[in-house]
């Protein structure tokens, strides 16, 4: 089972999620390592990067809901200015 899960979802599904109401969270060009320890919602509002696991890496940018979970260990790596909405559910 993937630990992190990229979707597309529609103007309707952001605004019935209340996704503009959730802080925001903003990261200049970087590589750095990450492990959460709570699994994490996010929309990707500007950036690109990616983000590598043991198994795969992944590409994530702008339009993208991403769903990080609980004991991931990763490596960010900022290809450009990232600025995210995000919420713990």
Known sequence: ????IIEKLS??????REIASWP???KEISRF???YVATEECY????????ETDEKTYHIEAGDFV????N??????IKSPV???YNFP
Do not use: P
């Open 1 to 4: 089972m993937d630990k992190i």
């Open 11 to 16: 103007k309707q599904e952001i605004k019935d």
């Open 24 to 26: 925001t969270w903003s």
């Open 33 to 35: 390592e990450y492990t």
């Open 44 to 51: 990707i509002v500007e950036g690109a990067f990616t983000v």
């Open 67 to 70: 769903t990080f979970k609980i």
């Open 72 to 77: 991931l260990h990763c490596t960010w790596d």
């Open 83 to 85: 600025r995210k909405h």
